[in-house]
């Protein structure tokens, strides 16, 4: 199995289980507390954090597999945004100049995704 495929297999978990939260969470709102009927296959309370951690599992994936695409070779270790780092430049930029990173709410705020720190034109 291929690291992207792995990367993949873990960013469908995280779509299943947060569409699963989202239909727990509208089935607990509506059912006063109680526990809704007809959660046997979905559950009875939402798996809060579990989705995450697939989606981070997911991005550091990816990331390994952009380096292994350009070297060779995957790079070891878990800290997203080293790895993130030590992406050539160039492939950096080209990743922030993608719609779906610009629409992130946090791309703007000064932190690792701002346009500052991108050095991207946003115009």
Same mark, same amino acid.
């Given at each position: ?22 239909? %727990?969470?509208?089935?607990?709102? #509506? ?15 939402? *798996? ?7 989606? *981070?599992?997911?991005?550091? %994936?990816?990331?390994?597999? %952009? ?6 070779? *995957?790079?070891?270790?878990? #800290?997203?945004?080293? %790895? ?34 991108? #050095?991207?034109?946003?115009?």
């Amino acid at each position: 199995m291929t690291i992207q495929m792995k990367a993949e297999d873990f960013f469908n978990a995280y779509l299943v289980l947060k569409e699963n939260n989202e239909v %727990l969470i509208e089935k607990l709102a #509506n059912s006063s507390g109680k526990t809704p009927e007809g959660t046997k296959i979905l559950g009875t309370r939402p *798996a809060m954090g579990v989705d995450i951690v697939c989606l *981070a599992f997911s991005v550091e %994936l990816y990331i390994k597999d %952009l380096h292994y695409a350009i070297k060779g070779e *995957a790079t070891r270790g878990h #800290n997203i945004f080293e %790895l993130f780092e030590k992406l050539p430049e160039h492939i950096q930029q080209e990743i922030f100049a993608y719609d779906s990173i610009r629409q992130n709410p946090f791309f703007t705020r000064g932190d690792i995704f701002s346009t500052k720190e991108a #050095n991207i034109d946003t115009q």
